[in-house]
Each structure stands twice: as C-alpha cells, then as structure tokens.
C-alpha cells in the first residue's frame, strides 16, 4: 500500500505565497510522476502543475509564471510553491502520483487526502 501525504496548505493573504509538499511513502516500486490538482467548490478538479522522474514539467497555462512545481526524488516528495496567490486560487489541493506499487508492477494513480489553501484577506 501506498500513502500520499500533503502538508503545508491554510489562509494566506491575496500576493502572498504557500509551498505545499506531498511526500509518498509505502510499497513503491517506483514512481513515474507526481503533481497536484486541485478542486474550488462547485468546479471540477483541474490539473495545476505536474513533473517526471527526469524533470520534465507541465502547467495548467493560466498558473505559469506564479507557481513552481519540483521534486525531490530521493524522499519521494514533490513541491508546489505558489506565489502571488489570488482569491481564484482557493481550493482544495491534491497530491497526485504515477506509481507502480511492488506488489501490482502497473502504472496507477493514486491521490493524497487533499490540503485546503484559502487566499482571502
């Protein structure tokens, strides 16, 4: 079994920055990607950043610029520092990974609980 854990999420004021981190831990037999989406209220959940075991890198167009996503691959964690947050980035932020467990060897996606990020002054 495989945990993905967010920390780092809560209130910060509108220009202000987070960094959340997502660690995964457990059964890994290895690990393609990892990233985050996130959910708003009433919204779908949308893609915000993303990044290969090699650093390759994705954005959701709308947040390049503002927010970095990187990894450490030795600790199995992935980064998302946001900077000149807006209200419009309030959400729920999900840590995504692309992980083969030792026990299955396939490809799944697996999610982490989710971290609220609130931008309101």
């Known amino acids: 079994q495989v945990q993905l854990v967010e920390s780092g999420g809560g209130l910060v004021q509108p220009g202000g920055s987070l960094r959340l981190s997502c660690a995964a831990s457990?059964?890994?037999?290895?690990?393609?990607?990892m990233g985050w989406y996130r959910q708003a209220p009433g919204k779908q959940r949308e893609l915000v950043a993303g990044i290969t075991s090699g650093g390759r890198t994705n954005y959701a167009d709308s947040l390049t610029g503002r927010f970095t996503v990187s990894r450490d691959n030795a600790k199995n964690t992935v980064y998302l520092q946001m900077n000149s947050l807006k209200p419009e980035d309030t959400a729920v932020y999900y840590c995504?990974?692309?992980?083969?467990?030792?026990?299955?060897?396939?490809?799944?996606?697996?999610w982490g609980q989710g971290t609220q990020v609130t931008v309101s002054s």
């Open positions: 457990g059964s890994i037999f290895s690990i393609y990607a």
């Open positions: 995504n990974g692309r992980i083969a467990t030792k026990e299955r060897r396939v490809w799944e996606d697996l």
